[in-house]
T-cell receptor
Framework: SQKIEQNSEALNIQEGKTATLTCNYTNYSPAYLQWYRQDPGRGPVFLLLIRENEKEKRKERLKVTFDTTLKQSLFHITASQPADSATYLCALAPNSGNTPLVFGKGTRLSVIA | GAGVSQTPSNKVTEKGKYVELRCDPISGHTALYWYRQSLGQGPEFLIYFQGTGAADDSGLPNDRFFAVRPEGSVSTLKIQRTERGDSAVYLC?????????????FGQGTRLTVV
């Protein structure tokens, strides 16, 4: 069956450290993978998109990698701050056509001052 | 408007009643998506519109759920004979094209509670 797994429900890290979140998928061959941030009571907010032929994408303190051989994406937040505390969702487009995003369950990140 | 707007933000209804949830997407966005999110879960796809037509309704759980987008802009999600298991946050998103290739913009959601 098709699955998207974000490896931990919750992750606690110390302020200033790098947070690394993992997204693994099974039985998909996604053309695109996206990461979203969701705060309590709010809708998800887009952060980064990476294509299947890209290994890495960066935006300010954020970095995403995409390994189609391992079927995995890693999401890194460097120099983490308490304001980074939120749930982070991995989402993939199953193919290159007009298909809706499929989401993982998310990882709740808490950055402790 | 500046973003995706969903109304109402909260809806409490009795089991068996009919409800309508409204989504006003970003102007000019042709793709519109409905998702449902339960506590501790990621958004679960329900239905996708490209323009006025439902391009993919494979996520609708049963025939009590229906959605329309008659003029290619505002969309309404309709739930008949609501059940307690329908309680969740219903999220709407829009994008310029397929969400795979571009970012999706989400509304704040409608929290539906069936009592």
């Amino acid at each position: 069956s098709q699955k998207i797994e974000q490896n931990s429900e919750a992750l606690n890290i110390q302020e200033g450290k790098t947070a690394t979140l993992t997204c693994n998928y099974t039985n998909y061959s996604p053309a695109y993978l996206q990461w979203y941030r969701q705060d309590p009571g709010r809708g998800p907010v887009f952060l980064l998109l990476i294509r299947e032929n890209e290994k890495e994408k960066r935006k300010e303190r954020l970095k995403v990698t995409f390994d189609t051989t391992l079927k995995q994406s890693l999401f890194h937040i460097t120099a983490s701050q308490p304001a980074d505390s939120a749930t982070y969702l991995c989402a993939l487009a199953p193919n290159s056509g007009n298909t809706p995003l499929v989401f993982g369950k998310g990882t709740r990140l808490s950055v402790i001052a | 408007g500046a973003g995706v707007s969903q109304t109402p933000s909260n809806k409490v209804t009795e089991k068996g009643k009919y409800v309508e949830l409204r989504c006003d997407p970003i102007s000019g966005h042709t793709a519109l998506y409905w998702y449902r999110q339960s506590l501790g879960q990621g958004p679960e796809f329900l239905i996708y519109f490209q323009g006025t037509g439902a391009a993919d309704d494979s996520g609708l759980p049963n025939d009590r759920f229906f959605a329309v987008r008659p003029e290619g802009s505002v969309s309404t999600l309709k739930i008949q004979r609501t059940e307690r298991g329908d309680s969740a946050v219903y999220l709407c998103a829009s994008s310029q094209r397929s969400t795979g290739k571009t970012e999706a913009f989400f509304g704040q959601g409608t929290r539906l509670t069936v009592v």
